[in-house]
C-alpha cells in the first residue's frame, strides 16, 4: 500500500515538474516570438508604421503629440512634417483667437464646433470646405495647412478621409 502512496506522490512530482517545463516552454516560444517581431519591425518601411500610428491615433495627433518620429531617417518627411507641425500650429492659433468671426452662416456651423465635434484634422480637412467664411487670413492658413497636410499623406502613401 505505502508503494502505491509513494509511487503516486513520485508520480504527481513528476507530472507537475513536466507540466513546468511545459509552461517554461510556452514563455520561452512567446519570448522568442516577439524578440523576432521585434527584428523584422525593423525593416518594415517607416511609411507603414507612420500609418499604424495614424489609423490608432489619428492623422493631427500623431504628428502633433503622439511622436516626432526621430527614429525616420527621411529628410524629406521630416521636412513635410515641419511644415504641417508648423501650418497646424497657425491656424489652430487663429482659430483660438478669432473664433467668434469663424462661422458659416449657410451650414450654421462655427470652426470650432466642427473641432470638437469631429476633431481637428477631419473638421479641417474632411468635414467641411469653409469656402463661404470670408476671414482672408483665416483661407490662407486653411489652404496652407491643407496643401501641408496633404503632401505629407501623400508621402506616407496615406489617404485622408
Do not use: C
Not at 489652430?92 to 449657410?106: A, F, G, Q
Not at 490662407?140 to 499623406?153: E, F, M, P, R, V
Amino acid at each position: 500500500m505505502w508503494q502505491l502512496i509513494v509511487g503516486g506522490i513520485l508520480g504527481f512530482g513528476a507530472s507537475e515538474l513536466l507540466g513546468r517545463d511545459e509552461k517554461q516552454k510556452d514563455k520561452d516560444t512567446i519570448k522568442e516570438f516577439r524578440e523576432r517581431i521585434s527584428e523584422l519591425e525593423e525593416f518594415r518601411p517607416y511609411q507603414e508604421k507612420i500609418k499604424d500610428d495614424i489609423n490608432h491615433e489619428g492623422f493631427d495627433y500623431s504628428f502633433r503629440g503622439y511622436s516626432s518620429y526621430d527614429k525616420v531617417n527621411s529628410k524629406k518627411f521630416h521636412t513635410l512634417r515641419k511644415k504641417y507641425v508648423t501650418d497646424a500650429n497657425a491656424i489652430e492659433n487663429y482659430i483660438d483667437k478669432t473664433d467668434d468671426d469663424l462661422y458659416d452662416e449657410k451650414y450654421e456651423i462655427g470652426v470650432q464646433d466642427a473641432i470638437d465635434k469631429e476633431g481637428f484634422d477631419n473638421a479641417l480637412l474632411t468635414y467641411h470646405d469653409w469656402k463661404d467664411i470670408k476671414d482672408k487670413k483665416y483661407q490662407t492658413l486653411l489652404k496652407n495647412y491643407k496643401k501641408s497636410a496633404k503632401a505629407l499623406a501623400k508621402h506616407l502613401n496615406y489617404e485622408i478621409t
